[in-house]
Every structure is written in structure tokens, then in C-alpha cells.
């Protein structure tokens, strides 16, 4: 018995270790195909990698060299513009080399800087040399070699060489339209007519059969200011935006004819105007002398506003005192000259500018203040109510921020004298014993 059983055993052990071994074989062929499978994707993943690298390698050279490229590109754009204002500006000093001897400046001087168009733009003494041999009598002729340079750089590429003549435009125009009025013989002006109808061209341009306009929104209708907010409930009074036309489209002009005289120089003024910020300083005030010469300053009504207990600061009223009294300036600045809206228009817009804006000097806002009043004068005179109202606005907002500064200047003298007024505490002196 015992015997059989042992027997069974031993067969049932030699049945069950085939399959134990089948097992094993199985359990090791799967490990080995888990360990060849591991070792495929490493050895992808090493491939990859040198292919990124070797793309990177072959990558940054081209990358390097672009950015080599663009640098010098933009160095070699930078140095032929400079070139360029260099040639344009020593052409100008053989212009006026006549002018040059008078005074000890030269314009050549300018040329040798890293920026010469805007070392020129900058320069108040190349500013009076170009104003005297613009108001020399031989010049505005078709031959003028000065007015032919204004129309090249004009339309040049270089916006700072541009710049230059539009700082020139006041001067330009008043020398133009002084000798238009004032001689009774046609003079040949055709140089300086070229330079506005540059100007005019450009402006016509950019305007694409355009007229520019501006919205005004319908004011009877509340704001969001208003408390409470009033809602309408009638669909009649829904919002509508009042279209006024500034200015018409502009026409392609060839000449400047007698019609079209004040609209073509209205542009030009214009132009400055969109460039006013970017104006030097003596550009403007001579704008605003210019401006009080063409209104006329043998007015009373100029005054208006400063009588009555509403006086400007003492130093405006003599400021302009001295003006109207120093008449041989205002003429050599200017004359009167006749003003329809179509010039009026943007001279009381570069008024405006430079009577409000901030980082305009002192010089400038007294300037435009006493041109702002002769043109209200005139305006009064000629009977014109856009000129009217816009003067006597301009006015107002300028006597406010004169009285604003002077309490605020008073309010720092009189906080200075008190702090200064304070007694100071004794000082402790203490005396080692």
C-alpha cells in the first residue's frame, strides 16, 4: 500500500516538472524580450539625441549668422543716412556761405556729429543764418538755389532732414504772402511756391481724396457723469453724432493761383502743426510773432479781456506793452496780411499748442497769448464768429492758467516764509565735567 502510494507521488512529480520547466522557460523568455526592448528604446533615444544635437550644431551657425546680418544691415542702413545728412547739410553750407561770413558760425561745423540732421534741426544759430538768407531780397525766385534745397530735402527719406524744413514754414510763408501783398508788380516767387506745393502734394497724399472730420456727439443726451443717469425713453431721442468737416478733400494743384492761395498755405500750416511737438523752440515764438504781425496789433480791443479787474499777471501786461511799442520788430517780422478761415484755421490750432501746451517755455506761451489777443481783434474787426469764439476760448483758458500758476506760486511763498519764520529749538549743550 505504502508502496503504491510512493508510486503515484513519484508519477505525479514527473508529470508536474515538465510543466514547471515550461514555466521557467517562459518566465525567462519574456524577461529577455523586456531586457531587448529596453535596450532598442535606449538605443533610440541615444539616436535622437545626437540628431537633435547634430541639428542644434548645424542650426545655431545659421541663426548666428543672421543675427550678423541684421546688425550689420541696420549699421549699414544707420551710416549712409548719416552719410546722406552730411552731403545735404554741407550743400547747404555752400549755399549760404555769403551769410556765414557775417557771423562766426558754420554750418559745416554740424556735418561732423553722429545724428548732423537733428544736430541742425537743434541749432538756434543755423536757424538765424537760414532766416536771414531766406529774407534776403533776392530770394524765392525759381532760381534760388536755397528754395531748391528746402524742395529736395523735403522730399528726401530722412524724416529729420524734413523736420528742418518744416521749421522753416513760418518764415516761408510770412517772406511769401508779405511780398504777394505788399508789391505791385508780380514778384517771381515760383521758388517758394515750389516748397508749399511740395507740402500741399504730400498732404494731398496722404489724405487719399479724403476730407477730415470730427464727430461731435449729441449733447442733449446725458452722460455717464450724469447723477442720476437720465435714460430717454422716447426712441426720438436716440444718440446722434454731429459730422463737421474740418477740411475738404484736397485736388492735385500744379501752380498756386490767386483762388487757391489760402488753402494751399493752410496746408502748410497744417503740416507744421502735426509736427509742432517736435518744433525747437524759437520756431514757435517766431510762429506767434509772425501770427500777431498778420492780425494787426494797432487795436485797442486787444486789451478786452485785461481791464475791468480781470488784468493778466503784471508781467504779461508789460510783456505786451513792449511789444506794441517796439513796433520796427513786429514789422521786420511781418505785416498785416488778409486771413480767411482756411489759414485761420490752423493758426489758431499751433496757437492753441503753444498756449496750453506743457512743455512749452515761458517764452512760448507769452507769445501765443499776445497773438491769441490781435487775432481776436481781428476777428472782432472782420466780423468772422469761428475766429470770435475759438480767440475768446483760447483767451479764457489762458487767463485761468495764469491765475492757477499765480496762486500756486503764491502758496509756496507764503509756505517757505512760514517754515522759515519757525523758531528753531535751542540746542543742548552738554559740558563734560
Same mark, same amino acid.
Given at each position: 500500500?505504502?508502496?503504491?502510494?510512493?508510486?503515484?507521488? @513519484?508519477?505525479?512529480?514527473?508529470?508536474?516538472?515538465?510543466?514547471?520547466? +515550461?514555466?521557467?522557460?517562459?518566465? *525567462?523568455?519574456?524577461?529577455?524580450?523586456?531586457?531587448?526592448?529596453?535596450?532598442?528604446?535606449?538605443?533610440?533615444?541615444?539616436?535622437?539625441?545626437? !540628431?537633435?544635437? !547634430?541639428?542644434?550644431?548645424?542650426?545655431?551657425?545659421?541663426?548666428?549668422?543672421?543675427?550678423?546680418?541684421?546688425?550689420?544691415?541696420?549699421?549699414?542702413?544707420?551710416?549712409?543716412?548719416?552719410? %546722406?545728412?552730411?552731403?545735404?547739410?554741407?550743400?547747404?553750407?555752400?549755399?549760404?556761405?555769403?551769410?556765414?561770413?557775417?557771423?562766426?558760425? $558754420?554750418?559745416?561745423?554740424?556735418?561732423?556729429?553722429?545724428?548732423?540732421?537733428?544736430?541742425?534741426?537743434?541749432?538756434?544759430?543755423?536757424?538765424?543764418?537760414?532766416?536771414?538768407?531766406?529774407?534776403?531780397?533776392?530770394?524765392?525766385?525759381?532760381?534760388?538755389?536755397?528754395?531748391?534745397?528746402?524742395?529736395?530735402?523735403?522730399?528726401? $527719406?530722412?524724416?529729420?532732414?524734413?523736420?528742418?524744413?518744416?521749421?522753416?514754414?513760418?518764415?516761408?510763408?510770412?517772406?511769401?504772402?508779405?511780398?504777394?501783398?505788399? $508789391? +505791385?508788380?508780380?514778384? $517771381?516767387?515760383?521758388?517758394?511756391?515750389?516748397?508749399?506745393?511740395?507740402?500741399?502734394?504730400?498732404?494731398?497724399?496722404?489724405?487719399?481724396?479724403?476730407?477730415?472730420?470730427?464727430?461731435?456727439?449729441?449733447?442733449?443726451?446725458?452722460?455717464?457723469?450724469?447723477?442720476?443717469?437720465?435714460?430717454?425713453?422716447?426712441?426720438?431721442?436716440?444718440?446722434?453724432?454731429?459730422?463737421?468737416?474740418?477740411?475738404?478733400?484736397?485736388?492735385?494743384?500744379?501752380?498756386?493761383?490767386?483762388?487757391?492761395?489760402?488753402?494751399?498755405?493752410?496746408?502748410?500750416?497744417?503740416?507744421?502743426?502735426?509736427?509742432?511737438?517736435?518744433?525747437?523752440?524759437?520756431?514757435?515764438?517766431?510762429?506767434?510773432?509772425?501770427?500777431?504781425?498778420?492780425?494787426? !496789433?494797432?487795436?485797442?480791443?486787444?486789451?478786452?479781456?485785461?481791464?475791468?479787474?480781470?488784468?493778466?499777471?503784471?508781467?504779461?501786461?508789460?510783456?505786451?506793452?513792449?511789444?506794441?511799442?517796439? @513796433?520796427?520788430?513786429?514789422?521786420?517780422?511781418?505785416?498785416?496780411?488778409?486771413?480767411?478761415?482756411?489759414?485761420?484755421?490752423?493758426?489758431?490750432?499751433?496757437?492753441?499748442?503753444?498756449?496750453?501746451?506743457?512743455?512749452?517755455?515761458?517764452?512760448? *506761451?507769452?507769445?501765443?497769448?499776445?497773438?491769441?489777443?490781435?487775432?481776436?481783434?481781428?476777428?472782432?474787426?472782420?466780423?468772422?464768429?469761428?475766429?470770435?469764439?475759438?480767440?475768446?476760448?483760447?483767451?479764457?483758458?489762458?487767463?485761468?492758467?495764469?491765475?492757477?500758476?499765480? @496762486?500756486?506760486?503764491?502758496?509756496?511763498?507764503?509756505?517757505?516764509?512760514?517754515?522759515?519764520?519757525?523758531? %528753531?529749538?535751542?540746542?543742548?549743550?552738554?559740558?563734560?565735567?
Amino acid at each position: 500500500m505504502i508502496a503504491a502510494l510512493k508510486a503515484k507521488e @513519484a508519477r505525479q512529480l514527473q508529470l508536474c516538472e515538465p510543466k514547471e520547466a +515550461n514555466m521557467i522557460t517562459t518566465l *525567462k523568455v519574456s524577461e529577455h524580450k523586456q531586457r531587448c526592448d529596453l535596450l532598442t528604446q535606449k538605443q533610440g533615444m541615444d539616436m535622437n539625441l545626437k !540628431q537633435n544635437h !547634430q541639428h542644434h550644431s548645424t542650426k545655431s551657425p545659421s541663426s548666428s549668422s543672421t543675427t550678423t546680418t541684421t546688425d550689420h544691415d541696420s549699421m549699414q542702413s544707420w551710416w549712409e543716412s548719416v552719410s %546722406k545728412a552730411r552731403s545735404t547739410i554741407l550743400s547747404l553750407s555752400s549755399i549760404i556761405t555769403s551769410f556765414e561770413s557775417s557771423i562766426s558760425f $558754420s554750418l559745416s561745423s554740424l556735418a561732423d556729429s553722429d545724428n548732423p540732421a537733428l544736430s541742425l534741426l537743434s541749432s538756434f544759430d543755423a536757424y538765424s543764418l537760414l532766416s536771414s538768407a531766406l529774407s534776403a531780397p533776392p530770394s524765392g525766385s525759381g532760381t534760388d538755389p536755397l528754395c531748391r534745397w528746402l524742395y529736395e530735402t523735403y522730399l528726401s $527719406s530722412d524724416p529729420h532732414l524734413r523736420l528742418i524744413v518744416i521749421s522753416l514754414i513760418p518764415l516761408i510763408i510770412n517772406i511769401y504772402l508779405c511780398r504777394v501783398h505788399s $508789391s +505791385n508788380s508780380a514778384p $517771381s516767387l515760383s521758388g517758394f511756391e515750389a516748397v508749399l506745393l511740395a507740402l500741399y502734394s504730400s498732404e494731398t497724399k496722404s489724405r487719399a481724396g479724403n476730407p477730415l472730420l470730427v464727430r461731435i456727439p449729441d449733447l442733449s443726451q446725458p452722460s455717464l457723469y450724469h447723477t442720476p443717469p437720465n435714460k430717454p425713453s422716447l426712441p426720438d431721442h436716440e444718440s446722434r453724432q454731429s459730422v463737421g468737416v474740418l477740411s475738404l478733400p484736397l485736388e492735385p494743384q500744379g501752380t498756386i493761383k490767386s483762388t487757391k492761395r489760402p488753402c494751399i498755405v493752410g496746408v502748410a500750416l497744417d503740416c507744421y502743426f502735426k509736427q509742432i511737438s517736435q518744433m525747437p523752440t524759437w520756431s514757435k515764438v517766431d510762429f506767434c510773432q509772425l501770427a500777431t504781425a498778420w492780425a494787426g !496789433q494797432d487795436c485797442c480791443c486787444v486789451n478786452k479781456f485785461d481791464q475791468n479787474g480781470n488784468e493778466v499777471v503784471e508781467e504779461m501786461v508789460g510783456w505786451i506793452n513792449d511789444k506794441f511799442d517796439d @513796433a520796427t520788430k513786429l514789422e521786420s517780422k511781418g505785416a498785416r496780411i488778409p486771413l480767411p478761415w482756411e489759414m485761420l484755421q490752423p493758426m489758431l490750432k499751433i496757437l492753441g499748442h503753444c498756449l496750453l501746451g506743457p512743455l512749452n517755455s515761458q517764452d512760448v *506761451k507769452d507769445a501765443a497769448s499776445v497773438a491769441v489777443r490781435c487775432l481776436y481783434a481781428r476777428g472782432s474787426h472782420d466780423l468772422v464768429p469761428q475766429a470770435i469764439l475759438a480767440t475768446r476760448s483760447l483767451i479764457q483758458l489762458d487767463k485761468r492758467g495764469r491765475e492757477a500758476a499765480n @496762486a500756486a506760486a503764491a502758496a509756496n511763498a507764503s509756505s517757505n516764509a512760514n517754515r522759515r519764520s519757525k523758531s %528753531k529749538k535751542p540746542e543742548i549743550l552738554l559740558s563734560l565735567k
